[in-house]
């Protein structure tokens, strides 16, 4: 089993947090939304290599990877990547006592006496199979050339009959000899020929050509390469089942890798989470709840929430893909909080019943718990309104009468009464209305599981399903609900945990933002409970002065 070992800040008692896997489903949304991938990307991160489907379609393709047999993913970046050796055609297969995997522009074959990766001389395997009619007739190949001057010759004298065939095309010759390494890219030139169109040079293992009309693929005179791997797997020299797209295979034990940002995790930290894999039948979840994945450079990104009073103590992490499942542990360490004991007045100490409390709270829950869709915010979190922090996030707290203790689960902000509330970020208004604790309420969907809450206002300028920008008027600080004096209290949650939101104010989690593809658990997407209807004078304004929800 991985295991980060991170020293805790603080002695406490430790709680372990097993993550459950579950299948994924689509989401829901409030109103109708464009459809999301669900597979990470055309291409994307397999173990100690990568996956690519541009030449498969519908999820099925084709991997180049390292490992004890041959290590083509090395090779294939080191040569240049796709631009140089284009995208897999093929599965590895076996050629001429050699293991091999063709790409669009060139034919690797790995040479276990050198421990390296060779370009095979494609064009000439192709003139062994007789294939020189149906090149010569269907792709503009001359037809292979067999040099008599060669006979008896050293290599060097070879090489210069050869490239004496490049002078016929001086165009030609200046892009062949271009490459530093031109011998081991292209093998010797065999054959040259006009074909009025197309001036053509046939080497062992590309062909380049030069049209003398703009094509959709080339301009007039540019001299480019053609994609020898895709000319000789639609001649038929590589075995059917080989160039036959597949998916990604069986899962090995490197594809449930998984890492965790930050050591330690503190309470209240949002916590990024890596896999290491981009294959869509990854699952993962937190506290028995299933977690959003979103794809981003190849693999999939998830986030985190852990809660202000969240035990210190190792948490683990089970991940699961294809079948292949393993457990990874991490440690949360205690944060340092202030302690505080706070006397509500007479007229509201009501608003201190348990039953009411957990009532809210279910319904909020209800809300912040939803995954609607890919993540809507741009940047970092705004401070919804201008004032000074009265109480930070995490704070312990006593409230009288009747000692009851309570864990603050976001920062108040003290600030004239009427004083503008802005959408700390780009989303959808989940819920706008009254609650007997928080008095008037907007709750903003930012996607893929992240709200903010703002609370205690004393107006609210919008309803549920509007659309806003960061910045856009919510309302203004209020003293409603179970407040001792003007002020805004707001909170960001995580995957339905309220997590510290100063974090969200300088960083953005880019790597989950431009995600192009995401995996949403079919258990986020319930609907949300009846909210809980306030009695005149439990929000701390008469009920005709409510705006409504």
């Excluded at 109103?31 to 597979?39: C, K, L, S, Y």
């Excluded at 506290?287 to 210190?312: F, M, Y």
């Excluded at 992490?317 to 007479?346: K, W």
């Excluded at 009532?359 to 970092?380: C, H, I, K, N, Y």
Aim: hydrophobic share 45%; aromatic share 8%.
């Amino acid at each position: 089993m991985a295991r980060l070992l991170i020293r805790p800040v603080l002695g406490a008692a430790a709680l372990s947090f097993v993550l459950v896997l579950v299948g994924f489903g689509g989401a829901r949304a409030s109103e109708p939304q464009a459809a999301v991938p669900t597979t990470c990307a055309p291409d994307f991160a397999v173990p100690d290599g990568w996956f690519y489907t541009q030449t498969g379609g519908d999820g099925l393709g084709f991997a180049v990877r390292d490992d004890a047999e041959a290590r083509f993913w090395t090779a294939f970046q080191g040569l240049g990547g796709i631009p140089v050796v284009g995208y897999p055609v093929s599965q590895r297969f076996q050629q001429h006592g050699f293991t091999v995997q063709a790409f669009q522009k060139m034919v690797l074959q790995w040479d276990p006496g050198a421990d390296r990766a060779n370009a095979a001389n494609t064009l000439d395997n192709l003139h062994q199979a007789g294939f020189d009619p149906w090149l010569e007739s269907f792709r503009q190949v001359p037809t292979h050339q067999a040099l008599p001057q060669d006979d008896g010759q050293p290599f060097e004298v070879v090489t210069a009959n050869h490239l004496a065939l490049l002078d016929a095309n001086p165009d030609i010759r200046a892009e062949f000899l271009a490459v530093p390494n031109w011998l081991t890219r292209f093998g010797l030139p065999i054959a040259y020929q006009d074909f009025g169109g197309v001036r053509v040079v046939r080497a062992q293992r590309v062909v380049l050509q030069q049209w003398t009309t703009d094509t959709p693929w080339a301009r007039a005179g540019e001299v480019i390469f053609a994609n020898s791997g895709d000319i000789a797997r639609e001649a038929g020299l590589f075995p059917e089942w080989a160039v036959t797209p597949g998916p990604p295979g069986f899962a090995l034990s490197t594809d449930v890798a998984l890492t965790v940002d930050q050591s330690p995790a503190v309470q209240g930290a949002t916590v990024l989470v890596e896999l290491g894999t981009g294959r869509s039948d990854v699952r993962l979840s937190m506290e028995d709840r299933p977690v959003p994945v979103a794809c981003h450079g190849g693999v999939w990104r998830g986030l985190v929430g852990l809660a202000a009073d969240a035990e210190p103590g190792p948490r683990r992490l089970l991940v699961e893909v294809g079948g292949e499942a393993r457990e990874h542990e991490f440690e949360v360490a205690g944060g340092s909080f202030p302690f505080t004991e706070i006397t509500v007045n007479e007229e509201i100490a009501h608003l201190l019943d348990p039953h009411t409390a957990a009532d809210e709270r279910a319904f909020v829950q209800s809300l912040v718990r939803a995954v609607s869709g890919p993540p809507a915010w741009t940047g970092v979190f705004g401070i919804p309104t201008s004032g000074t922090q009265s109480s930070p996030y995490g704070q312990r707290r006593v409230f009288h009468p009747g000692g009851i203790p309570y864990v603050h689960e976001g920062d108040d902000i003290a600030a004239p009464l009427g004083a503008l509330v802005a959408a700390p970020a780009a989303g959808r208004v989940a819920w706008a209305g009254p609650l007997a604790i928080r008095g008037n309420t907007v709750v903003l969907d930012h996607g893929f599981g992240v709200f903010s809450v703002v609370v205690h206002l004393d107006r609210i300028d919008v309803a549920a399903g509007d659309v806003v920008a960061r910045g856009q008027a919510l309302g203004g600080v209020g003293n409603t609900g179970r407040s001792t004096g003007p002020h805004l209290h707001w909170e960001v949650h995580v995957g339905g945990v309220a997590v510290d939101p100063a974090l969200w104010t300088w960083r953005d989690f880019v790597e989950v933002r431009t995600g192009t593809g995401i995996l949403v658990p079919g258990d986020l997407t319930e609907h949300q409970a009846t909210p809980p209807q306030p009695s005149a004078g439990e929000t701390g304004v008469p009920p005709e002065d409510i705006p409504a929800g």
